[in-house]
């Protein structure tokens, strides 16, 4: 059965910064696009970032653009969003997600990913 557990939620300042983790159970994970999101409240959940197998190539929304840095440690099943000079605008609930092997333009939708966390809640407090 497939898990992801996402870690490093939290309150911090605004202009602080969080880094998140997600330890995936899946034997296969090195081959898949992981991929972040997150959720407001009243909004729907929104794309954050994107990694292909190796982090060498990845994909960031806007909003996130420069800020925030996607990675990845395939040797821990693990993928990690760097995030800095956070804003009151972040504050959300963050999940991770397991896509296919290969890119599609539906990764940056959330109906690309086959597997998601239970998130975690970030707090930025102006």
């Known amino acids: 059965q497939v898990q992801l557990v996402e870690s490093g939620g939290g309150l911090v300042q605004a202009g602080g910064s969080l880094r998140l983790s997600c330890a995936a159970s899946i034997q296969t994970f090195g081959l898949h696009y992981m991929g972040w999101f997150r959720q407001a409240p009243g909004k729907e959940r929104e794309f954050v970032a994107v990694a292909d197998w190796s982090a060498a190539n990845t994909v960031y929304a806007d909003s996130v653009e420069g800020r925030f840095t996607i990675s990845r440690d395939n040797a821990k099943n693990t993928v990690y969003l760097q995030m800095t000079s956070l804003k009151s605008e972040d504050t959300a609930v963050y999940y991770c997600?397991?896509?296919?092997?290969?890119?599609?333009?539906?990764?940056?939708?959330?109906?690309?990913?086959?597997?998601w966390g239970q998130g975690t809640q970030v707090t930025v407090s102006s």
């Open positions: 997600a397991a896509g296919p092997r290969a890119w599609t333009v539906g990764l940056r939708k959330a109906l690309g990913y086959d597997y």
